[in-house]
């Protein structure tokens, strides 16, 4: 198992310094000058200002040289200082990750808790009539956008039948109860679509396990039918499953920044939409590098679930 662990890790290396180097890549990609959004609109005709902001960024070095003294500063903690606001950028992305985990972690879990029944239910009574109604679900998840359900969200449950606010954040010291409250309409606009992926992977993967020889064996010893679903067949189904949740992490990171726009939660995904709006360099390539590196980590989450599932991919 220790073997797998530092296999595993040691890939990780190189697709750590790829992250980096993209994230480096923003600010010469997107189009705008990082020297003159420093020093504003008003003083642009200031051609000593520009030059001493361009040397003092170190933008008239070549561009490998920028990609070091970057890099060396980010494994220090400095992200730099925000071009809009002016704090420290990694300030501002420390006070904005818990409401992104917050909303992630809840639309993952909201997911879950509607995927797996509706999947096993599906997948042990085919083509019935719940067998439908959860296809129609799963398609629905995946055909309605984000933003759309969003809205519907909000007019239902805030404007028609008042028993959720609209929008705001409410943190977590200053209850649970409020905080799940306010945090509960975007995070199921958010996991809805990851909700639909995860009961078809599920459906299509247990169906298959269930007409295995061995569970046929263990019918026939006359097991229940839950202990031959849940101990024998469920198990080997969560393989793709998981697999494709680890995949959609990345989508949920991405929806993050539409959700959290429409449901003004302060979070990193508003904060990538604010910081692009505003040529914020140095805050955008913290939010891409920080939600990159969440993706990566929950990915290697990912493989060292598989080793727990299913202890045959430890000698792989």
Same mark, same amino acid.
């Given at each position: 198992?220790?073997?797998?662990?530092?296999? #595993?890790?040691?890939?990780?290396?190189?697709?750590?310094?790829?992250?980096?180097?993209?994230?480096?890549?923003?600010?010469?990609?997107?189009?705008?000058?990082?020297?003159?959004?420093?020093?504003?609109?008003?003083?642009?005709?200031?051609?000593?200002?520009?030059?001493?902001?361009?040397?003092?960024?170190?933008?008239?070095?070549? @561009?490998?040289?920028?990609?070091?003294?970057?890099?060396? #500063?980010?494994?220090?903690?400095?992200?730099?200082?925000?071009?809009?606001?002016?704090?420290? !950028?990694?300030?501002?992305?420390?006070?904005?990750?818990?409401?992104?985990?917050?909303?992630?972690?809840? !639309?993952?879990? @909201?997911?879950? $808790?509607?995927?797996?029944?509706?999947?096993?239910?599906? =997948?042990? #009574?085919?083509?019935?009539?719940?067998?439908?109604?959860?296809?129609?679900? =799963?398609?629905?998840?995946?055909?309605?956008?984000?933003?759309?359900?969003?809205?519907?969200?909000?007019?239902?449950?805030?404007?028609?039948?008042?028993?959720?606010? /609209?929008?705001?954040?409410? /943190?977590?010291?200053?209850?649970?109860?409020?905080?799940?409250?306010?945090?509960?309409?975007?995070?199921?606009?958010?996991?809805?679509?990851?909700?639909?992926?995860?009961?078809?992977?599920?459906?299509?993967?247990?169906?298959?396990?269930?007409?295995?020889?061995?569970?046929?064996? !263990?019918?026939?010893?006359?097991?229940?039918?839950?202990?031959?679903?849940?101990?024998?067949? $469920?198990?080997?189904?969560?393989? /793709?499953?998981?697999?494709?949740?680890?995949?959609?992490?990345?989508?949920?990171?991405?929806?993050?920044?539409?959700?959290?726009?429409?449901?003004?939660?302060?979070?990193?995904?508003?904060?990538?939409?604010?910081?692009?709006?505003? #040529?914020?360099?140095?805050?955008?390539?913290?939010?891409?590098?920080?939600?990159?590196?969440?993706?990566?980590?929950?990915?290697?989450?990912?493989?060292?679930?598989?080793?727990? @599932?299913?202890?045959? @991919?430890?000698?792989?």
């Amino acid at each position: 198992m220790s073997e797998y662990l530092l296999r #595993r890790l040691v890939y990780f290396v190189p697709l750590l310094f790829l992250v980096t180097v993209v994230t480096f890549s923003v600010a010469l990609l997107l189009p705008g000058d990082p020297a003159l959004a420093y020093i504003g609109e008003a003083n642009m005709r200031d051609k000593v200002m520009y030059e001493t902001m361009r040397k003092e960024l170190g933008l008239d070095q070549p @561009i490998p040289v920028q990609y070091a003294k970057w890099l060396g #500063r980010v494994v220090r903690g400095d992200f730099g200082r925000s071009i809009r606001t002016r704090e420290p !950028a990694l300030e501002g992305l420390l006070a904005r990750f818990p409401v992104t985990l917050q909303l992630t972690a809840m !639309a993952m879990v @909201i997911a879950l $808790l509607l995927a797996v029944p509706v999947g096993i239910l599906s =997948a042990v #009574r085919p083509n019935s009539n719940a067998d439908k109604a959860g296809t129609v679900l =799963a398609m629905s998840g995946v055909a309605i956008p984000d933003f759309w359900l969003g809205i519907m969200l909000i007019y239902v449950f805030s404007v028609w039948l008042k028993m959720l606010p /609209p929008s705001g954040y409410v /943190p977590l010291s200053q209850g649970l109860g409020p905080s799940l409250q306010a945090m509960v309409l975007p995070a199921l606009s958010l996991g809805m679509a990851l909700s639909a992926v995860v009961m078809r992977q599920l459906r299509s993967a247990l169906i298959e396990v269930l007409q295995q020889e061995y569970v046929m064996v !263990a019918r026939a010893k006359g097991l229940r039918e839950t202990v031959v679903v849940g101990r024998h067949a $469920l198990r080997n189904a969560l393989i /793709p499953v998981v697999t494709v949740i680890g995949l959609q992490t990345g989508r949920l990171f991405g929806g993050a920044v539409v959700v959290e726009t429409i449901f003004a939660l302060p979070g990193l995904g508003r904060l990538a939409a604010d910081s692009i709006f505003f #040529r914020d360099f140095p805050m955008l390539q913290g939010v891409v590098l920080i939600l990159a590196l969440a993706v990566l980590l929950a990915n290697l989450f990912t493989d060292f679930l598989y080793a727990f @599932i299913d202890p045959r @991919i430890r000698y792989r």
